[in-house]
């Protein structure tokens, strides 16, 4: 106990008589990160086509403004923009970290091996050829999404191992027929339900509306709690399934578990948004280097991912304004570019 | 000599296999023309609709077909000798990608309209691509298959966010492209034709002009520099007509997958590792694997047209899937 109360690492509470150990670092980390949060979303509150001031902005919330088409832009157009991007981006983050801890590989995340493909596929279809309304399209996303994760597993086991790079490269395999049933689909839509179509894959934050948002937030939030129930035994799996055994963990029910909560995070935020690239691999890793720790946390992932999606959704406002970008195209690009400099670093390292 | 004489009667077959291949795709489609009136409007053209569709829809869209799967079989072929790498396809590792980018942003900003307007933006996207792919994947390295092809799923999703945007922001150039992304031969006309055939066409004699020197490469730098072979001209060759190929093919249809993949796998099962016979096999193989593609776009839904690409990424992924699920992915 000694040892534990001189580590510089941790700063030690005294909880009801149980000793708690919380990470300096991550703590740092996390607070940066929230501050940062708040900042940006002061930003997207502060701006837009209609000017409005700090004072109204307050006052719009707390019901004392005096403006009432202010009032409107603030609390039902732009408030519930700020909300969906950061529930996305919490939603990918964590998503994100829990297929990288399964797979044991920072590439095993949902984009690269498809999954997101096979999730826009899924709400296409629901366009296209059901023309459904959002329950559908989000009911398709979900289905599209678990069944090309699992037919992406199903391909890649050999003699039920599943070697990472196999799983990476028949993730792109399988996404490239995907993407090409995608392009199908979108041409043989009429041109406004293709532009609709088109839109949604890019993934976009446009005229989202409080219903939807807050549908969403009680979906992040049960899973967010069926996330931490697994975070212990998950973050042992992490070490090595050895030592996660020798623990008592038993490994094969808390991985599945694992993949089923990650699917359905990675479903709900894409059934929300459409499919916002390349969030779910970079945030666990930027979020790794950022606490200084082997395995990317689950927090930490979400609040980054939180961050990401909120950044990139003003770039993707501002940048050839007038007109609006699709954030997934932001995070594409920059999600793209950080996939490289990954890969660089990990193969120098090598 | 006996595997010599094996590869012509090869060749000779798939060269009958093609001939097939253009009749069915001359006759096929939603004005279905009989073969023998093909034949007669071939040979004594009237003034029917019949041989206006015949000279102006199914003469240059097949030909389109033949010199696109040609172009896109051989930068495949080259690609797999130079990177020693069973993967590569001008689709995965960015090429495509590379060509698509810089046609729609020669499209939107500079507001080129003709192929021969857009055939150097093609060509200038996809040299970029090529090098800037095989940079960084050698960096871990060279003769990881796998990295590589990580390197250009990486670049890709990059240049295609780059695409998306330019063109989500662009309505006019939407309507365009969404068609051409996905890879279409339909309504392109003589002038393409034209276009992309002269650029094939060079890009063949590069490749051969290329192919000792390949064979040499393809058993390792240090084995081809002891053989005499100047390695740096033959790589510069070979990027040279992989650039060529592949920008020229993907200007005229759009971005076309797997085809640069599944046509030299086929053709090395057929005659074994010959950069010269290979050449000459994924010239009339890419042909046929095009024109099946694109008579199958034409049938698959009744009353309405697929794109070609559509067709042909879903027939190629198998065979990607394939070669992947071995249980070690052999360098070549």
Not at chain 2, 184 to 192: A, F, K, Y
Request: proline share 4%.
């Amino acid at each position: 106990m000694s040892d534990l109360s001189t580590d510089r690492r941790f700063w030690v509470l005294d909880v009801a008589d149980r000793l708690v150990r919380l990470p300096r670092r991550g703590l740092l980390v996390g607070t940066l990160l929230i501050l940062g949060i708040v900042l940006v979303a002061g930003w997207a509150l502060l701006s837009g086509d209609y000017e409005i001031g700090i004072g109204q902005v307050l006052a719009a919330f707390s019901g004392t403004a005096d403006d009432p088409l202010a009032a409107y832009f603030v609390t039902e157009v732009r408030a519930p923009r700020v909300v969906a991007a950061l529930v996305v981006g919490a939603a990918l983050g964590m998503s994100g970290s829990i297929f990288q801890v399964v797979s044991g590989n920072p590439l095993g995340s949902p984009d690269i091996i498809g999954f997101t493909t096979g999730a826009a596929s899924g709400a296409l279809i629901s366009i296209v050829v059901l023309d459904g309304g959002p329950a559908v399209i989000a009911g398709g996303a979900i289905l599209g999404g678990l069944g090309t994760a699992a037919l992406v597993y199903a391909l890649a086991s050999h003699h039920r191992t599943v070697a990472p790079y196999r799983l990476v490269l028949v993730g792109i395999g399988i996404g490239a027929a995907l993407a090409a049933l995608n392009s199908l689909l979108l041409v043989r839509a009429s041109l406004t339900a293709a532009q609709t179509a088109a839109q949604w894959l890019a993934g976009s934050l446009n005229a989202m509306l409080w219903p939807r948002v807050e549908l969403m937030c009680g979906a992040l939030v049960v899973l967010a709690i069926a996330t931490l129930a697994i975070a212990r035994p998950l973050q042992m799996l992490a070490i090595g399934d050895d030592v996660a055994r020798g623990n008592g963990v038993d490994v094969q029910r808390v991985r599945l578990l694992a993949v089923l909560i990650g699917v359905a995070l990675m479903a709900t935020a894409t059934a929300t948004a459409g499919p916002i690239a390349f969030v779910a691999l970079a945030a666990p890793q930027i979020s790794r280097r950022l606490t200084g720790r082997a395995v990317p946390g689950l927090v930490a992932s979400a609040l980054t991912g939180a961050f990401l999606v909120l950044l990139s959704d003003r770039i993707a406002v501002t940048v050839i304004a007038p007109d609006e970008l699709a954030v997934g195209v932001v995070t594409g690009a920059v999600g793209g570019a950080y996939l490289v400099v990954l890969l660089v670093s990990q193969w120098r390292r090598k | 000599m006996a595997e010599r004489s094996r590869s012509w009667l090869v060749v000779l077959v798939a060269l009958a296999l093609l001939v097939v291949a253009v009749l069915v795709s001359l006759s096929v489609g939603s004005n279905h023309l009989p073969l023998g009136r093909v034949w007669s409007l071939l040979l004594a053209p009237d003034d029917s609709l019949e041989a206006d569709i015949l000279r102006n829809e199914r003469l240059p869209r097949t030909l389109l077909a033949v010199v696109v799967g040609a172009g896109l079989a051989l930068g495949g072929l080259l690609m797999q000798t130079l990177t020693r790498n069973p993967l590569a396809d001008p689709g995965i590792l960015g090429v495509n990608a590379g060509a698509g980018f810089a046609v729609v942003l020669g499209v939107a900003l500079l507001g080129v309209v003709s192929i021969w307007g857009y055939v150097w933006f093609a060509l200038l996207g996809a040299a970029i691509a090529a090098v800037v792919v095989h940079l960084i994947g050698a960096m871990g390295g060279a003769g990881v298959p796998t990295r590589v092809v990580l390197a250009g799923v990486a670049v890709s999703a990059v240049l295609t966010s780059f695409t998306q945007g330019v063109v989500l922001a662009d309505r006019e150039a939407f309507n365009e492209f969404r068609f051409w992304v996905a890879g279409s031969l339909e309504g392109r006309g003589w002038q393409v034709l034209g276009c992309v055939a002269a650029f094939v066409v060079v890009g063949m004699v590069l490749a051969r002009i290329a192919a000792p020197g390949l064979d040499a490469l393809a058993l390792g730098e240090e084995t081809g520099r002891g053989l005499g072979v100047d390695v740096r001209r033959t790589r510069t060759l070979g990027m040279a007509a992989i650039t060529v190929l592949c920008g020229a093919a993907t200007a005229a249809v759009g971005p076309i997958l797997f085809v640069g993949l599944a046509v030299p796998f086929a053709a090395r099962a057929l005659v074994g590792h010959d950069q010269r016979r290979l050449i000459v096999l994924c010239a009339v193989l890419g042909p046929i694997w095009m024109l099946a593609a694109d008579v199958l776009a034409r049938v698959i839904v009744p009353g309405q047209e697929v794109q070609t690409g559509v067709v042909a990424a879903l027939a190629g992924a198998p065979v990607f899937l394939a070669l992947v699920r071995r249980r070690r992915i052999p360098a070549l």
